[in-house]
């Protein structure tokens, strides 16, 4: 993260995603943790962001999921003008 500015624009950003539920884990100077539940599948997740000028890239690893019946993943995501590593 660059800015309290760019933080306060990718939440409007992924608001504006229907359907996407988001909660906030941690926030760091450099970056943030942040859980997305959606009920439609990567690919469509992938489409959505891209709508609102954000990028999902690819997944790094996953992560476990106590007792969720659940498969959530780790990904990086970026505004899409910004370089990697932005975020």
Do not use: C, H
Request: no cysteine.
């Amino acid at each position: 993260l660059y800015s309290v500015a760019q933080w306060a624009d990718i939440q409007r950003r992924l608001d504006q995603i229907e359907g996407l539920e988001k909660s906030v884990i941690s926030l760091g100077q450099t970056d943030a943790g942040i859980s997305l539940t959606w009920a439609g599948d990567e690919a469509a997740l992938r489409a959505a962001v891209a709508e609102q000028g954000l990028m999902l890239g690819s997944a790094a690893r996953q992560v476990d999921a106590e007792n969720s019946g659940e498969t959530p993943f780790l990904y990086e995501l970026r505004l899409i003008d910004q370089p990697a590593g932005a975020l």
